[in-house]
């Protein structure tokens, strides 16, 4: 494979961000919910406004991944009150790293990990921290190979549905 590049998004790539956004998680989710639920959340989470105001968060950033000016994929992380549970000062949040099915194995997530890492590093926090849906094995697989532990869980909505995270860790 070619040579994927990690460049920090802006608002210019909003719309990107809405598509990518939208195509994975409606490719990871559609079969446990139902269409209108996942109507209203891929319509919320990745609406215009939202992901504006989220672009625009100085605590947030945006990374994308990119084979031959193509995005494949992207990293958002939170910290400080970006964060959406934890809030510690000391932390980094992963909110999403999402890559295009057609993408996965081929190391773009462990790209766009290495790079929130490195992030993490570089902001002298204390530790990663993220959530994952509890059925989304191949990820919970992909986030303890990289040495996360699991520490609680949450409740995640989709519409009216609810669906349970695994809340998970990485000591630094």
């Not at 934890?86 to 057609?102: F, P, S, T």
Request: glycine letters at 6%.
């Amino acid at each position: 494979m070619e040579a994927i590049t990690i460049k920090k998004a802006s608002i210019s790539e909003l719309v990107q961000l809405q598509e990518i956004g939208r195509t994975t998680f409606l490719h990871t989710f559609s079969t446990t919910d139902s269409e209108e639920n996942m109507k209203i959340y891929l319509q919320s989470a990745f609406s215009t406004e939202k992901l504006t105001a989220e672009i625009q968060n100085p605590q947030s950033e945006f990374y994308l991944a990119a084979l031959y000016e193509h995005v494949i994929g992207y990293l958002k992380i939170n910290v400080g009150n970006a964060q959406t549970e934890i809030k510690d000062q000391n932390a980094l949040e992963i909110e999403r790293i999402y890559v295009m099915g057609e993408f996965h194995g081929k190391k773009v997530g462990q790209l766009l990990f290495e790079k929130a890492l490195a992030l993490a590093k570089q902001k002298k926090v204390d530790f990663i921290w993220l959530g994952v849906w509890e059925e989304n094995h191949r990820a919970l697989q992909f986030y303890t190979k990289n040495g996360f532990t699991t520490f609680d869980s949450h409740t995640f909505l989709i519409g009216d549905e609810e669906q349970t995270d695994v809340m998970m860790k990485l000591k630094l």
